[in-house]
């Protein structure tokens, strides 16, 4: 067989080639296109559990966007070997990779007996998500204090952050903003006739964050940053902080002077997803007794009320 000449930006074929010769190398490029990310997926995955942090030094070169290599590891850690189609794209499996997997297997069966496109399985997905949320019921009562952490949804390419890494549904900003539960109350019904907002932000969600504060009948006063241990990843610039957005409801009036605190909350960076306990701290202090909920909660806290899927 006459031999094709692979380079980064061509594929080189002889003169002559025969039909079949050609139609084998094309059968190649399928499975190259089928396989890459996985391929991908997996490598990155073994990285990251042998060699922690350091397993982003690797990518540094800018072979691709950390947001790929971050995706392709996180679909591959989620959809187990057993489970992926080959019949499938890896959009596909991307499109199911935060169900359990019961659901996984449900959806990509589906996908595969009705030959459904990766964005026709998205819409499926994305209805019965909000279908089971609208069974969700949320905590009773007012309160004069809400922490929030939604579980923003990113572009799966151009993620520039670890969020898609996440063991949990994500929303889109239009979604956490009109979030209500099954009797048809929203996150902003929460909130007492005077109360404050801290809401969770990263950079690239800045702008969608001050969208929901208004949603939920907030108004922006200020912010805190949360500045980590480690140096992240990013394409404008590396991130090594969070935001913590403070919002207002009527006349809250502002902590005591010296309960006011630092703008800077220094701490390490913990498991995926989790934040600073020294913030739960912060604002026990400056309201002990005030009623206190975190919504989009991951671990609930005592002397919280508490809503979040993980719970």
Do not use: C
């Amino acid at each position: 067989m006459s031999v094709a000449k692979w380079e980064r930006v061509s594929l080189g074929l002889p003169e002559g080639l025969a039909f079949e010769e050609w139609s084998q190398i094309g059968d190649t490029l399928a499975r190259f296109e089928r396989g890459v990310m996985w391929w991908v997926g997996d490598w990155w995955r073994y990285g990251e559990q042998r060699y922690g942090e350091r397993s982003a030094q690797a990518i540094e070169s800018g072979r691709w966007a950390f947001g790929t290599w971050a995706n392709a590891g996180y679909v591959a850690g989620r959809v187990e070997t057993s489970r992926r189609r080959e019949v499938l794209s890896w959009s596909h499996h991307y499109e199911v990779a935060a169900l359990p997997p019961d659901e996984q297997d449900r959806f990509l069966d589906l996908a595969e007996a009705e030959g459904l496109g990766h964005k026709d399985l998205r819409t499926l997905v994305r209805r019965a998500r909000v279908r089971f949320e609208e069974r969700v019921i949320l905590p009773a009562g007012k309160y004069s204090v809400i922490l929030a952490d939604p579980p923003w949804r990113y572009d799966f390419i151009e993620a520039d952050n670890r969020a898609i890494e996440n063991q949990y549904p994500t929303l889109t900003a239009e979604e956490v903003a009109s979030f209500t539960d099954a009797e048809g109350r929203s996150i902003g019904d929460l909130a007492a006739d005077e109360s404050v907002l801290f809401l969770w932000a990263t950079n690239p969600k800045l702008a969608e964050a001050m969208a929901v504060i208004d949603a939920w009948g907030f108004r922006y006063i200020t912010n805190l940053v949360w500045v980590k241990d480690r140096i992240g990843m990013g394409y404008w610039a590396r991130a090594r902080h969070e935001l913590l957005l403070v919002a207002k409801r009527g006349e809250m009036p502002p902590p005591a002077e010296a309960d006011r605190p630092d703008s800077v909350i220094e701490a390490p960076r913990g498991a995926h997803s989790a934040k600073p306990a020294s913030v739960y701290q912060l604002i026990e202090s400056i309201w002990p007794d005030a009623p206190k909920i975190e919504v989009f909660s991951r671990i609930p806290r005592e002397g919280w009320a508490a809503f979040g899927n993980q719970l």
